[in-house]
């Protein structure tokens, strides 16, 4: 049998599913995992009469590999990537590429990055969303790493990737090092702004609304059909209105309580690092964690009161209120996203490609909307851009949808339901467009009780002074830090 074009490690779901999609694009494939029965099965199975290689031992992978081999690792993030590394490097020639898919901390790929190419080897670390069908049918698929890489793996990436409408592939090379993997964390962060945003629309229209699972299927069949057309709300749709065989609606038996598995954790946890307000999706990570507190929940709940939601106005005008506040919402979600990003690319001298990072999210990618076309044409027209608000079609739309999104929030806020992402989407909305905060205060307060001194308005920025506000302090400053 000819060699592959191209060899992968690890046949859990993702895995094998590539894999498919691989060879169905014309590419030899040639497989291993850990647990090598796995291989025979699959060999045996779902990959029966196609052109993909099982192989029983790294080395028989590496032997079985065209030049420059390129072997992908969709193993579980953290120690079995670096051990895998160590396994493959001294079998590998100068020029081969190791490729991270799996959802790795992008410090991690920054230095296995560093690592790899000290021993002459190049590496790509891709984020890779899609879940498992979109692994099979077409993912989003975001690769960064070593650039000499890039030409090697494009013509396989981009075949297999999804397409846009115009049959545009949803993968372009991101950056160098770890930008691919911070690209998709970004990407996972949005994407717990949006589910949170979602949900939370959900208890407005069922505890607030008394709307039933039908009805709210109903509503989001409409609104995917406009502007919140997108993935997520086909999804829940789709959730809404099923039900199991014995004619159960399945949503109303599922425990409250989320699970996460740390990327939008670190997406918060990288904004703090970087000084960047993502108010949103730190509201939304906090969000799955008070939902982990069931008991606590529930033995509050027999405590603490609250308003019993009754809603007296209008509510066809009410639930068009709520599309608004969530298309104006997301649209924060996404431009705190950008904001990071671009903090970032400056941080570790990226060359991000802000318009095509929008069009790999426009197919294949959990969190691909119909608006992302206008991020791309945003920065298309203004690739120096600083925030989204402030391109002419966002402003536009979130000044359109400002008067329901605000009668949204206090409409939770009067009647005790909980919308912690929608209402610091709004807060964020109005502190960024106020030219004065009350920060003033803040400094004096510092000053006070620390002397960490504090700029003028009368004074040119950069110069510090420092108050003895009570008269007993001295003169000595303490240093200053600035997010």
């Known amino acids: 049998m000819a060699k592959a074009d191209i060899g992968l490690i690890g046949l859990a779901v993702m895995g094998e599913n ?23 099965n699959f060999i045996n199975g779902r990959a029966k009469g ?30 079995a990537v670096d051990a895998f590394i160590e396994k493959l490097l001294p079998n590998l020639e100068d020029g081969d590429i190791i490729i991270d898919g799996g959802n790795s901390h992008f410090p991690d790929t920054i230095r296995r990055t560093e690592y790899v190419e000290s021993k002459g080897k190049l590496y790509i670390g891709t984020g890779v969303s899609g879940g498992e069908e979109g692994a099979l049918l077409g993912p989003s698929i975001m690769p960064g ?3 000499k890489a890039w030409e090697h793996i494009k013509p396989i990436f981009q075949s297999i990737c999804a397409k846009t409408d115009d049959g545009e592939p949803c993968c372009d090379w991101v950056g160098e090092n770890g930008a691919g993997h911070f690209v998709k964390m970004v990407h996972n962060g949005i994407e717990y702004g949006d589910m949170q945003m979602i949900c939370e629309t959900y208890q407005m229209m069922g505890e607030g609304l008394g709307m039933t699972n039908q009805e709210m299927h109903d509503c989001l069949a409409e609104w995917n059909e406009g502007e ?82 009754k809603f007296s106005g209008d509510k066809k005008a009410f639930i068009n209120d709520l599309r608004q506040a969530l298309y104006a919402s997301k649209i924060i979600s996404y431009a705190q996203g950008y904001q990071l990003m671009r903090a970032a690319a400056t941080e570790h001298n990226w060359n991000l490609n802000y318009g095509g990072i929008a069009l790999m ?60 992402a929608t209402s610091s989407a709004l807060s964020f909305y109005d502190g960024y467009r106020h030219e004065r905060l009350p ?45």
């Open 361 to 420: 999210w426009r197919g294949g990618c959990i969190i691909r909307s119909v608006f992302l076309g206008k991020i791309k044409e945003a920065f298309a027209k203004n690739p120096d851009l600083t925030n989204l608000l402030l391109d002419p079609f966002f402003k536009d739309a979130v000044e359109k949808a400002q008067p329901a999104w605000r009668r949204v929030v206090t409409t939770a806020v009067e009647m005790g339901i909980p919308m912690p």
């Open 18 to 40: 590539l894999i498919l999609n691989m060879e169905s694009k014309g590419f030899t494939v040639a497989c291993f995992n850990r647990t090598v029965s796995k291989v025979d």
């Open 228 to 309: 919140l057309n997108s993935y997520l709300i086909e999804i829940t749709r789709d959730i809404l209105g099923y039900k199991d065989e014995d004619g159960n609606e399945v949503i109303d038996l599922i425990l409250d309580t989320a699970g996460q598995k740390g990327t939008g954790k670190w997406t918060a946890i990288e904004s703090l690092n970087l000084g960047q307000p993502l108010t949103l999706i730190g509201e939304a990570v906090f969000a799955r964690c008070l939902s982990a507190l069931k008991e606590e929940r529930i033995a509050a709940s027999k405590v603490l009161s609250g308003p019993k939601p």
């Open 50 to 79: 196609k052109n993909i290689i099982g192989c029983h031992s790294i080395e028989e992978l590496i032997e079985n590999l065209k030049t420059p081999r390129k072997i992908m690792l969709m193993v579980k993030a953290g120690a």
């Open 439 to 483: 920060a003033n205060l803040l400094q004096a307060q510092r000053d006070y009780f620390g002397a960490h001194t504090y700029e003028r308005l009368d004074k040119p920025r950069g110069e510090f002074f420092h108050t003895n506000w009570t008269g007993r302090g001295g003169k000595t400053a303490a240093s200053t830090y600035i997010a």
């Open 145 to 147: 790493g070593s650039p």
